[in-house]
C-alpha cells in the first residue's frame, strides 16, 4: 500500500438494526471521504432481518464491506473478540471506531490484542454503575472517548471516571435536506380521518424512554384538545405494557402504535408536534431529526438537549419527571400555532447551521487524522 492509498478504518458496532446509534453509524462510514479511508464494518450480532436490513442495504449498495460477528448473547463475547483480532490482524487498519458499549468492550481487547488504536463511540449517559466501572477499567485501553455531547463527557468523567484528556465531544449529524424536503405521510394511510392534528414520538419502546411517563400526561392533554392524536413510532419490549396502559387511560384509539417505520421523514412532517420523554440519552437524534423537519418539540431535560436547542430550550425543554410543566409545554404550543411555527422555523435554522452530516464527519476526520500521526 502506497501512502496515498486510502486507510483502512474498521467501524464496529453492536447491531444494525434500525435506531439512532446505528443509523449514526451508517451516516458516518457512507460519508468517510473514501480518498484516504476504506471503511469495513463489522457488527457483532447477526444479519437483521430483511424487513430491519435498511441500513445494511445502504452500507452494501455504497461499496462498503459489512461483516457479521453472529455473537447473539453475551456469553459469545469472548469469541466475538477472538475473533475481531483476527480480522484487524488481516485487515491491519489505521484505527478502529466503535459504537455501542458492547461493541466497545469487544474492540477494546481486541484492539489491544491486535495492537490497533480503539476510539470508542460514548452514545449517552448510562446509569448502570457496571457499566461505568468496566468502562473506566477499560479506558487504558481506549487512544479516545468520543462523546456526542458534553453532558455525556461530564458524565463519563464525573460518574465513570474517565480522564477529561480521553474525552472528546462530536454531536451528531442529521440529514437536514432529507427531513426538511420531506412529502407529509397521508394520515387516511395510517388509518385515521384527514383533518386529525398529529403528536408524534419516535423511540424504542423501552423503560428509557419515559413513554409510560408520558401517556397519562396525554390523556390528560386530550381532554382539552379533542382533534389531537399522537403517532407513536418505535417497538420494544414494552409494546403490550403501554397499549394495556393507553387502554386503561381511556386514550387508545388516540394513540397510533404504528411500530418501526422507514417513512420517519414523511410522518415528521405530518405531524404538528413532536414530543421526547426519555429519562436519559446522549444526544437524542430523533430531536435533531424533528428540528430539521421544521417542527417545534417539547422534550425532558436529557443530556444532550439543551446542547441542541440552546436558547431555544426555554419554550420546549423540561425538567424530567415535571409533568405538570410538560403538560402546560404541549398545550400551549398545541393551542398557539403562531408560536409553534416560529419555534419550528428557527429549530430547523440552529440544526442546519450547527448539526449537519458533513460538519459532524468532518470532526472524526480531524480526529482520526490526529491520532495516525501520533
Request: glycine share 6%; net charge positive.
Amino acid at each position: 500500500m502506497t501512502s496515498l492509498s486510502p486507510r483502512v478504518i474498521v467501524l464496529v458496532i453492536t447491531e444494525l438494526d434500525p435506531g439512532g446509534a446505528e443509523r449514526a453509524f451508517t451516516h458516518l462510514a457512507l460519508r468517510l471521504d473514501k480518498s484516504q479511508w476504506q471503511p469495513v464494518v463489522i457488527s457483532l450480532r447477526a444479519r437483521p432481518t430483511a424487513a430491519n436490513s435498511i441500513l445494511v442495504d445502504q452500507l452494501e449498495t455504497a461499496g462498503i464491506q459489512v461483516e457479521f460477528l453472529n455473537a447473539r448473547h453475551k456469553w459469545q463475547f469472548p469469541w466475538a473478540i477472538w475473533c475481531l483480532r483476527r480480522r484487524l490482524r488481516e485487515l491491519r487498519p489505521a484505527i478502529v471506531q466503535s459504537f455501542l458499549f458492547h461493541a466497545n468492550v469487544v474492540s477494546a481487547l481486541a484492539g489491544r490484542l491486535a495492537g490497533t488504536k480503539v476510539v470508542a463511540g460514548v452514545r449517552v449517559a448510562d446509569p448502570s454503575r457496571s457499566r461505568q466501572r468496566l468502562e473506566r477499567w477499560l479506558s487504558p485501553l481506549i487512544a479516545k472517548f468520543v462523546c456526542v455531547s458534553q453532558s455525556v463527557a461530564d458524565f463519563c468523567e464525573q460518574s465513570a471516571g474517565i480522564a477529561r484528556e480521553k474525552l472528546q465531544v462530536i454531536p451528531n449529524g442529521v440529514d437536514v435536506d432529507r427531513f426538511a424536503n420531506a412529502t407529509s405521510a397521508d394520515r387516511t394511510t395510517l388509518g385515521m380521518p384527514a383533518d386529525r392534528r398529529l403528536m408524534i414520538a419516535i423511540g424504542r419502546l423501552e423503560k428509557q424512554k419515559g413513554h409510560d411517563w408520558l401517556l397519562p400526561i396525554l390523556a390528560r392533554v386530550f381532554s382539552e384538545l379533542p382533534a389531537h392524536d399522537l403517532l407513536l413510532v418505535g417497538d420494544g419490549t414494552e409494546r403490550t405494557r403501554l397499549e394495556q396502559q393507553a387502554v386503561q387511560l381511556g386514550i387508545r384509539q388516540r394513540v397510533h402504535f404504528l411500530g418501526r417505520r422507514t417513512d420517519v421523514p414523511e410522518l415528521l412532517r405530518a405531524a404538528e408536534l413532536m414530543v421526547l420523554s426519555s429519562r436519559w440519552e446522549g444526544m437524542p437524534n430523533v430531536l435533531l431529526e424533528a428540528m430539521a423537519a421544521g417542527l417545534p418539540v417539547v422534550t425532558t431535560r436529557v443530556e444532550g438537549a439543551d446542547e441542541i436547542l440552546g436558547p431555544l430550550a426555554a419554550r420546549q425543554c423540561v425538567a424530567k419527571g415535571d409533568s405538570p410543566s410538560f403538560e402546560r409545554a404541549v398545550l400551549a404550543l398545541a393551542c398557539e400555532p403562531e408560536l409553534a411555527a416560529a419555534l419550528g422555523r428557527a429549530n430547523q435554522s440552529r440544526v442546519t447551521a450547527r448539526f449537519s452530516l458533513a460538519v459532524m464527519t468532518q470532526a472524526y476526520e480531524q480526529l482520526y487524522m490526529r491520532l495516525t500521526k501520533s
